[in-house]
């Protein structure tokens, strides 16, 4: 079924540029309102440097995660104590 609607300009446009070459105004649609949640194995291979970028990556990630984690430990521990002279 097929239905007319009717758009303003600054709309179309918005539409138009997430839009790719090869995809109907429906496709863009339908993937703009789309709620699905992306598969990760839909991201295989996007990195460039393969394996390598890929173990340097998992790394500087785990440094950050701890990092935060001993900064929110740190945080914790200030308001315990404050609580604890309070």
Known sequence: MV???TIMDDAYEALKSKKAK?????????????TKKIEWDQ???ILK???ARAKEM????????IKTSQD????????KKH????
């Open 3 to 5: 239905k007319t609607i």
């Open 22 to 34: 090869d995809e109907s105004f429906s496709d863009t649609i339908r993937k703009v309102c789309s």
């Open 43 to 45: 991201w295989f291979g």
């Open 49 to 51: 440097g393969g394996e």
């Open 58 to 65: 998992q790394k500087a990630t785990k440094k950050l995660r």
């Open 72 to 79: 929110i430990n740190k945080r914790i521990q200030g308001v």
């Open 83 to 86: 609580d604890a002279t309070a």
